[in-house]
């Protein structure tokens, strides 16, 4: 054991990764500094110098991702940009982050902390050229399509740090084809994984890893190929940190990138000191998993509604602290989430509100404290739960943080960073058979979502919370892809969230199922708000409508286009076939959530799918500006229906010069008469609290909520107590 303790580690100055590690930790516990640097000589001596090295670092990283997306084969890679590249300590704190989906940014690092952990230095070993490879969420991660690849770098036969990838592939293997299955209710049918396993040596993937991927999914050639770009994407990054220390000097790199760490630590603080207001503010989120007619093992069919509140702590001295106190219980369903999971949505939420220069790492994530309680939705006690949908949390709970964190700014005085959220994607999944033969691609439509409004303006389309730069890609290379063919991409009337500035508008998808014999359609929604629509919207402001699909199977489509008849191209223009009406067959509608549809579609049928993405409206939309409204009406983005009962204002259509003019008059007599009847209908709050207070006593609510309550008032800790005291009921209170 002696002898074993004794000999000389790969880390700085002969250290082993795990007493680096060890070291790491202590020195901010100890001190609160990360590494314990109270002072930082490189930035204060010479700051254009420090300035200089960090650019040459992240303008590594950002090339290391354009690369991948330019070698490897998926759409989503090349077209929306499902990739992220980013450099990390020996220990694995993060350095720096390229664009690009960088809620995994910190994971990737939980993954080289949990190998160091686990003696990786000893077995299997840790040297020049080795590829480690993980998607297992149960170390770390988001979901298992989501693919780490990571490599170190050693320079002079020390290891100076690591690089590392990640890649969303288009599927792995799992029970069912597509990007999140929610068939998949426990982790043994989700597909290929990887277990922070070491794939190759001598930058090379080895035979065995390939011949897994053939064997295990259904787009082989697209998985691998997005490895050998996750590589080169590393490989580039760790032979220009190379060339950096040798211009730079070994210790000046070792320095530095400590120093980064710390000082974007300091910068964070200030940054919430500068722009935010310290307090409380709080949230709800609610969870819907709908599993009693799903084909899933009998003991998996379950409906319930998951409560979890959110409290946002945000502290005086500039640090947040996020509390789930109260959060129910986990479930055999795809949607649970975990701790490294809600700090992977913590790093996106940051990089973005706030931490926005280009310098988010690691010392940004430690100016953040969660609390997940253990056993609950999200932090499941079981090791075989799903998670092919760990951003359930991160997208819809993340919003509701957004927002949080937005009414910060706002009562700093900051109105020009407040933008309400919007809750995330929800797309089409499919399988069956290609236009090539083989398995059919999904398509993808992450850049399709709107914002929601601003402070000072509209919000806009082409927005992802999860995505800061997203991107809907070229249709013809979609289509080179998927056995569809794009017939309409427009932005859907009427589906903004209102308010005195409204969100964008979402996008409908018009698909005609191009020499497929065979297709399943399923919705996915990301978020799980399926009856309980969340409210996002900000000061006054309506949230927005969520995303429908519609399958219409046995189509008579050769008949219309041998007629040369209209075909379908979206919803709601003028001179356009509509579905089931002029293009006739059997047609199916889901506003619900994830579910399949039950028709199976071929060559000629059609597919329609519109994503809104709930957003949230800024204002009382009463207060909107006539002329913004004109815009709309002009546009054809806003009905005249819509215009009248929500916005109260009157127009009419000038056929002539083709433009609708507004009726300054009519238009303050109807937002006057909107304000008395507003007033004649509001009850004072004591009356409202009085009211439902009665509710709760009889038991007014659903079954599945009375069970939502009932096991939060359980599993919590605090919120159970401030629960009962804010209702003055009993402090053993439960629904029966």
Known sequence: MEQKNSKRGIGWGGKTLKQMLEEDEQLFHETGYYYGLKELPLMKEDPLRMEVFFSRLLASAVAGRETARMITASPFVREVGELAVALYTPEGDC??????????????????????????????????????????????????????DIIPIFYQE????????????????????????????????????????????????????????????????TVILDRKG?????????????????EFGIDYYKRAIRELIEGERRAQLERVKT???????????????????????????????????????????????????????????????????????ACLLLSQQIAYTGKANQGTMLCVELNTPYDTYVNPSSPNVATMNQFSVPTNGGALIWNLNCRAFFSRGFIEEVIASALGLAGPILTGISHHGGPAFPPGATGSTPSGGCAIRDGFTGWALFLPNPDMGNVEVWEMATPLNYMGTRLLPDSCAWGKYRSGYGVIFTYLV?????????????????????NIGMFGGYPGSRGFARLLVNADTARLIEQEKPLVHGMGCSGEAKLGIDVKGKLEVSTLGAGWFEGIAKHGDWYQAATPGVAGGFGDPIKRDPELVKQDLDNGLLSIERCRSIYCVEATYDQKNEEWIIDKEKTAMLREKRRRERLANGIPAKQW????????????????????????????????????????????????
């Not at 003696?119 to 399509?145: C, K, V």
């Not at 996750?230 to 040798?246: H, N």
């Not at 084909?295 to 409290?311: E, F, G, N, S």
């Open 95 to 148: 350095v720096l982050q390229s664009t690009g989906i960088i809620i995994h940014i910190p994971l990737m690092g939980e993954v080289i902390k949990w190998m160091i952990s686990q003696d990786y230095e000893q077995d299997p070993g840790i040297r020049e050229g080795d590829i480690f490879t993980s998607n297992d969420n149960q170390i770390a991660g988001m979901h298992p399509l989501d693919i780490y």
């Open 158 to 221: 020390e290891l100076v740090g690591w690089v590392g990838s990640v890649i969303m592939e288009p599927d792995i293997g799992a029970i069912s084809c597509g990007m999140m299955p929610m068939g998949a209710t426990e982790r043994f049918v989700e597909g290929l994984r990887w277990s922070a396993e070491k794939t190759g040596t001598n930058d090379k993937y080895s035979r065995f890893f390939e011949t897994r991927i053939r064997h295990g999914c259904r787009f082989p050639d």
């Open 230 to 246: 996750a590589l080169a994407a590393d490989i580039k990054v760790r032979e220009e940190v190379k060339r950096i220390i040798g």
């Open 275 to 345: 722009r935010m207001v310290p307090g409380r503010l709080r949230a709800v989120s609610c969870y819907e998993n709908y599993y009693s007619k799903a084909m899933v093992p009998a003991h998996h069919r379950v409906d319930r509604i998951t409560l979890v509140p959110i409290d946002v702590i945000i502290k005086s001295d500039g640090k947040f602290f996020w509390d789930f106190d109260g959060a129910g219980s986990w479930g055999w369903h795809a949607n649970n989430c975990s701790p490294s999971a809600l700090r992977g949505g």
């Open 514 to 534: 191009y020499k497929s014999p065979q297709l399943a359609f399923e919705k996915l929604n990301l978020c799980r708000d399926e009856m309980i629509h969340p």
């Open 689 to 736: 609290w009085q009211k439902r207070r009665q509710d709760l006593i009889k038991g007014s609510l659903p079954p599945l909520l009375k069970d939502m309550y009932n096991d939060s008032l359980a599993k919590g800790k605090r919120w159970p107590g401030e629960f009962t005291a804010f209702w003055n009921l009993p402090s053993d209170f439960k629904f029966h």
